[in-house]
Structures are given as C-alpha cells and as structure tokens.
C-alpha cells in the first residue's frame, strides 16, 4: 500500500514508512517534524522536468510520460522504496500544493504498476 501525503501535513502512525520524495526540501518545514525514513532525492524528478512542468495540469500526462521514462532509466533510485512497499505501509512525502498533480502522486502510480507486473509475473499471469 502506497500513499501520498505533503510534507506540512502532521505525520500519523498509520502511514507506516514515509519517504521524501523531492529534490528540493520542503521550504519551513524542519527535518525532525517529517518523521521520514531519507529522503531520496535521486527518485524526484530531475530539475529541467520539474521546472517546465511547473505543476500546470494541461502537462500532466506528458509530465507523466517523461517522469516514468526517467524513472525506467534509475531502477536502482526506486527499487528500495517497492521493497518497502511489499513490506507494509509507505507514504511519500511531498512538498507541492496541489495534492493530485505533483511528482509523489505519479512515483505512487508508477510503484503500484510495478507491484502488479511482477505479482502477475509471479503468479504466472504475464
């Protein structure tokens, strides 16, 4: 189970292990208040995506596109925060305002499909 929650919001037990998932710390935000296990800059997008993205929802499919395409070329930056998701509960944390566009909520899709590939793959469906 994958989660998404910003970075202001208060941490709670139910999320299980949270992750930071930006390149850039969340402006105010102090580092103990996140209660993260790391912060893995290395899984956000990279800075030219993320500046021309702008989170402006008419890009948010080719946003989409691009971030799973440098995604697909850094498996190592992920592959830790899939494991931990077949463990228990992850959140990735997130510092944007808007809570349906940003780089956590496409990293959790991502994740997700990656998670039933391989269930499939492993129960013989693919």
């Not at 299980?16 to 930006?22: A, D, K, N, Q, T």
């Not at 935000?29 to 993260?36: G, N, R, T």
């Not at 296990?37 to 702008?54: I, Q, Y």
């Not at 899709?109 to 990656?114: D, F």
């Amino acid at each position: 189970m994958i989660k998404t929650k910003r970075a202001y919001e208060t941490p709670a037990k139910q999320d299980g292990s949270r992750y930071l998932v930006e390149r850039l710390w969340p402006r105010g935000v102090k580092k103990s208040s996140l209660k993260i296990e790391a912060c893995l800059k290395e899984v956000a997008p990279s800075a030219d995506l993320r500046r021309w993205f702008n989170h402006d929802p008419a890009k948010w499919q080719e946003f989409r596109r691009n971030y799973f395409a440098e995604l697909d070329a850094h498996p190592n930056a992920w592959a830790p925060l899939l494991d931990a998701a077949r463990r228990g509960p992850v959140t990735l944390v997130y510092g944007a305002r808007d809570p349906e566009h940003n780089n956590a909520i496409a990293l959790a899709s991502y994740l997700e499909s990656h998670m039933r590939t391989k269930a499939a793959v492993h129960h013989g469906r693919a």
